[in-house]
């Protein structure tokens, strides 16, 4: 079992920023997949950005250009920088964890984007 700590959401205005963090637990930090979704109100969850265990970075369009996802394996943190934030940015901010398969969520950290 996995257990997934996010932090770094508010509330922040059009234009400004954030940084997400997650801790995970484990000893097989270097080993994850690791990846951020997030799910707005009446909305399915939907994928953000991922970082595979080689350093590989992926992100949904939304988030090209804007976002930045990185990871510390020896603080076993994954971060997602967000700047230049809109208010379509609002959601639950989850963090995932894909070990081989096995999937780990966190209890995820709210971010609120006014206008």
């Known amino acids: 079992q996995v257990q997934l700590v996010e932090s770094g959401g508010g509330l922040v205005q059009a234009g400004g920023s954030l940084r997400l963090s997650c801790s995970a637990s484990g000893h097989s930090f270097n080993r994850y997949n690791l990846g951020w979704f997030r799910q707005a109100p009446g909305k399915e969850r939907e994928f953000v950005s991922a970082i595979s265990r080689s350093g590989d970075t992926y992100y949904a369009d939304s988030a090209k250009g804007r976002f930045t996802i990185s990871r510390d394996n020896v603080k076993n943190t994954v971060f997602l920088q967000m700047n230049s934030l809109k208010p379509e940015d609002t959601a639950v901010y989850y963090c995932?964890?894909?070990?081989?398969?096995?999937?780990?969520w966190g209890q995820g950290t709210q971010v609120t984007v006014s206008s």
């Open positions: 995932n964890v894909d070990f081989y398969g096995l999937h780990f």
